[in-house]
């Protein structure tokens, strides 16, 4: 079975430094996507990032990159120049391919991330 | 401009009353999802749609039941048998013609039952 897990329930980090989220994954489809998304304590929820099983490169958007291992199943999320705005609830999420339905989105259980000044 | 609309943003119930939440959306996804949050956990399918007149249970659909009598719209009934409904509820939608497409989310409803 799928499962997605996110071992840091809390995470500080200074202004302007970077920051890794930690998250690793379980499935047995060799195909996969895997997101990672904002929710701001408003509640809503943002897309970041994605990065496919089968991509070559890990996947960058802005000062968002991700670190994807896929021998060791993790999908780690580095923010750069974190700012205050980055303070948020970050969750890591994984679709699997359409050989097993491919129509459900699982959530780790999400970090909080606290930007100081 | 296109999106998902939730309403009410806060609901009020008394135990044993069903009750339902509606999700609309206009961006013409043909997935619709419904989630379950906790404070403090992750996002826990309840149920999702891919096409009109059709949908599957998630991981914990118990006590509660969908439609989707047209594509924009997909409301969630929370009913009595549901043990412990007061939860924040988000509903998603997406595109089903490309593996990548993320999930777009409305702004919740936040249910309390007491």
């Known amino acids: 079975a799928q499962k997605i897990t996110q071992t840091q329930p809390g995470m500080f980090v200074q202004e302007k430094e970077a920051v890794t989220l930690d998250c690793t994954y379980d499935?047995?489809?060799?195909?996969?996507?895997l997101f990672w998304y904002k929710q701001p304590s408003s509640g809503e929820m943002i897309f970041l990032i994605y990065q496919g099983s089968y991509d070559q490169q890990n996947a960058t958007e802005g000062r968002y990159s991700l670190n994807f291992q896929k021998a060791r199943k993790s999908a780690n999320l580095v923010i750069s120049a974190s700012q205050l705005g980055d303070s948020a609830m970050y969750f890591c999420a994984m679709r699997e391919g359409y050989s097993t339905g491919g129509f459900k989105t699982i959530f780790g259980a999400g970090t909080r991330l606290f930007v100081k000044a | 401009d296109g999106g998902i609309t939730q309403s009410p943003k806060y609901l009020f119930r008394k135990e044993g009353q069903n009750v339902t939440l509606s999700c609309e959306q206009n961006l013409n996804h043909d997935a619709m999802y419904w989630y379950r949050q906790d404070p403090g956990q992750g996002l826990r399918l309840i149920y999702y749609s891919q096409i009109v007149n059709d949908f599957q249970k998630g991981d914990i659909a118990e006590g509660y039941s969908v439609s989707r009598e047209k594509k924009e719209s997909f409301p969630l009934t929370v009913t009595s048998a549901q043990k412990n409904p007061t939860a924040f509820y988000l509903c998603?939608?997406?595109?089903?013609?490309?593996?990548?497409?993320?999930?777009?989310f409305g702004n919740g409803t936040r249910l309390t039952v007491t």
């Open positions: 499935t047995s489809d060799p195909s996969y996507g």
């Open positions: 998603a939608s997406r595109r089903m013609d490309k593996g990548n497409s993320p999930l777009h």
